[in-house]
């Protein structure tokens, strides 16, 4: 996609024309700006000490028996009549600094590879919503056709780093053979890189063994490299259960990269109070932390933070709030005390793509940029509160990130950008537009958003004052015309059909439903 | 307002019923976190020496003569055949640190008084659009009717510091005399800080008596206080008209706020390239900087940034665009640098209050909060790039202002907030909603929206599917009938209702239409 793509990005080039939707370049963004810091360095030690609390007086439910051992053999406390298993402040610290600041995660495509740490940011598309939307079909449940065309979106879009997630369920899948017909369509739709869903041991190891084929090494190939990623929900408060476990030692065993989000309502999963809700989560990313860095010292992983809040009336989940974007921020700092990438959200609660949508999700962006992170999930597509992944959402968030891409690229100062000259030729009352300093720039010197709609009211009126989300409808149609099906050799497409078929034959994963 | 908000903060006090919206309580708003620096202080000081280079090689066109005299005898280079001013980088210097860094804007009512500077963010009403607009009654030209309407908006909501001009113009009062029945009308409707409109030096003083009689003293009383604010824009590139001119020298004589704002659309009025529109605007700032400190050293100014884009295909203005943002960032970087408080706007470009509408506020507020602006122009209101006020922007915008108040209420880390005892008491797969902890707080644990809709689906569904925009419909109305008139002493307002008829008498301002 770099490469077409940055042919599309200059003038006149091959097949290029003026229908085509505007794309930045992919590219391995960095934020060059200081974080926002919410919380003192004393108020960041104080939850951190918090958070040793917990870990040591309280503990954490550890529901898997191999797991227990792990951290017992490491030293921590593990009761013999329950799951709480308690961890000595000395223990937690002594695996601080073990696991890498920085990872990369390898795409099919190398020009896809992802360098996750530092000031990068990467944003990823929607997943796991049960539902999909648009304005022509309505809200309907997850779907193999609507599933495939997020996918190819996601696949579309340059600002979109990689597909970690099936963007919607699709629910036509049985859930036994789910995971090998979703990752054999997203190997063959993309080439960014994918993840693996920690629901089962032989989930996350059917899907490592497709990413290998998907590179042709063969299904039984030693890799060391990072080719998939998993995200490990804690069941918070303070339980991690058998599938979290088994994929948090399974992802270490073989060096790839586990995404550790405990996801909490302050209020009803952790306290109401936003320190106490961080000082969970802190301890919940903790405990997982350590699993991973007794099972193998120097294993990939991320620090996540998913805090939000809780409407106290009626006990519907928010996001976008204001509380979310301190907690998101928060989460960011305690990443970077202990030297971790960051991950975070582009969340919002609302039915619909009206002004609700876009002010939580922009409140969403920037605590999440301007917290650190270094990967944005649910980047594009996500809607009530995860509920549905909606088409015109989707391009709605593409055009946000494109922005935030923009407003991540530092002001240049130099003589030719100060433009003196041309403010003296212009000089008082004039006007800069004719101006060859101007003539020169003004194709590239700003970014043309997707959808804003910037022409004066009366042309508006005339066109039928379209809002900004029926404007999302014809672009992410006009995004699948453009789509094309990246390479994928014929041979590694065989190996790989031939796998899900024989992983089918064989059953797939028992279920009980 | 304060006294009365603040009541209603509490639990059943007398007259409160659940249909009250939501507000939170009049206060001197701080920003506690750090600013985000979009240049590095090599660049900002770039940017600097720029602005002198353009001050001292270009110059400025000065159309007053009496300005002319002002600068020539502080020792700039005035021509004697044109208007060009040219200022020595020496001269320049000179007076930066001047200018105080915090002034006092006083309110004809005390608990409104707004202190400008340092941390504080005040945020502002719309104002001076040509039309105003609403779901009932479309888009319509400025009237009383509408205009008087906005002002109790904006003196009924407490996250509203001031009434900082005509929220929207009352097109219906005849411009020879629309100064004096605007601003009667606006002192007898709130008690909050008001503007003058520099169009001139009558209207400024008109302003400026009127403040005076709105506080009890007389007409002809000497004030040192600072009652009144007004805008002082440049005719960028490079031009500072009669009018604004005088109004510079007013206000300094007179102790009064001038907020020193050039307006520019980089491409257009500034350079294509951001930091050339930066340094210009820079120079433009610095020399009406110059002229109030000439006046009276000390004279209460602000610094305001306010550069945008034109869309480069059509022309067209663009506001919350990415390169807004990280002007407003800088201007604010610059203001800080000469110790000055900053002015920054909410302002977009959307034709509804739509999704766009939405994320270009939202861009904007971020652009003004995180760079370190202490009056919010424009806060409430303001729509398709300053052609329309709207009333369901203004509640959707209020609501926005409320989040950030929320966002930079800084995190509590206590004890009691880390909620150490409630989390060992809820213990792992526990629930914290029944909790003590959560039920002496839930009430107040989080900012409830205004607007946000976070009821499920079906809940949505079965209502009507209401968008946000249509929920601030119905706000606005409700706010109107909350709204209560404040205090005004009969014999000031007698007395102000005589000046203004006296001026009426007289004619007014001469005007040519």
């Known amino acids: 996609m770099a490469r077409r793509s940055r042919r599309r990005g200059g003038e006149g080039g091959v097949g290029e024309t003026s229908s085509k939707i505007y794309q930045l370049p992919r590219q391995q963004l960095k934020n060059p700006y200081l974080p926002t810091e919410v919380l003192s360095e004393d108020q ?46 000395a223990m937690v610290e002594s695996f601080i600094g073990l696991a890498p600041s920085t990872v990369t995660l390898l795409a099919r495509n190398p020009e896809n590879n992802m360098i996750i740490g530092e000031n990068y940011v990467h944003f990823d598309t929607v997943s796991s919503t049960p539902n999909v939307s648009d304005i022509d079909g309505g809200r309907r449940p997850g779907n193999k056709k609507d599933f495939h ?40 739709l993309s080439d960014k890189p994918i993840r693996g869903y920690s629901l089962g041991l032989t989930r996350l190891q059917d899907a490592l063994t497709m990413s290998k084929i998907s590179r042709g090494l063969g299904e039984h190939s030693e890799i060391n490299d990072t080719i998939l990623m998993t995200t490990i929900n804690v069941n918070s408060p303070l ?82 709030t204001p509380e979310y974007v301190k907690t998101a921020m928060a989460g960011g700092q305690l990443a970077r005390k202990y030297d971790l990438p960051y991950r975070s959200s582009n969340v919002n609660a609302s039915n619909a793509v009206d002004a609700q949508s876009a002010y939580e999700s922009v409140f969403s962006l920037w ?35 494109q922005m935030f891409t923009e407003f991540l690229t530092p002001i240049k100062v130099s003589d030719a950008e100060l433009g003196l000259e041309a403010i003296a030729d212009v000089g008082p009352a004039g006007h800069f537009f004719a101006t ?18 910037w022409r ?8 039928g004052e379209p809002k900004t989300h029926e404007k999302a409808n014809t672009v992410y ?10 390479h994928l050799d014929a041979s590694i497409n065989e190996e790989l059909i031939a796998f899900v078929d024989r992983r089918i034959a064989e059953g797939g994963i028992a279920t009980d439903f």
Not at 436 to 453: G, N
Not at 480 to 486: A, C, G, R, S, V
């Open 44 to 89: 960041l030690e104080t939850i951190h000490l918090a958070s040793l609390k917990i870990l040591k007086e309280i503990g954490i439910d550890i529901l898997l028996p191999a797991a227990k051992e792990y951290y017992k053999n490491a030293g921590a406390d593990v009761d013999s009549n329950s799951d709480r298993v308690r961890f000595d402040p």
């Open 149 to 188: 065309n997020l996918v190819r979106l996601a696949q579309h879009f340059n600002v979109i780093s990689c597909i970690g997630g099936y963007p919607v369920e699709p629910l036509d899948y049985h859930p036994s053979t789910r995971h090998l017909e979703a990752t054999r369509d997203i190997i063959q």
């Open 239 to 320: 339980v991690l259960d058998d599938a979290m476990l088994e994929g948090i030692i399974e992802m270490a065993k073989t060096n790839q990269l586990s995404i550790l989000t405990p996801f909490t309502l302050a209020g009803a999963m952790a306290p109401v109070t936003l320190a106490g809700a961080i000082a969970q989560q802190n301890a919940e990313c903790l405990a997982a932390y350590m699993l991973s860095q007794i099972v193998v010292p120097g294993a990939p992983i991320m620090y996540g933070g998913f805090i939000s809040n809780v409407d106290m009336k009626s006990g519907s989940p928010a996001f976008g």
């Open 367 to 401: 605590g999440a940029i301007m917290g650190g992170a270094n990967l944005l999930k649910h980047g594009a597509g996500w809607m009530e509160g995860g509920l549905v992944a909606s088409f015109e959402k989707f391009i709605l968030d593409v055009d946000l990130l």
């Open 436 to 453: 060859e300093h101007t003539q020169e720039r003004y194709k590239t010197a700003f970014y043309p958003p997707i959808l804003s709609d």
């Open 456 to 463: 004066n009211f009366e042309s508006w009126h005339e066109a």
């Open 477 to 486: 149609k006009q995004a699948l015309e453009e789509y094309q099906q990246p």
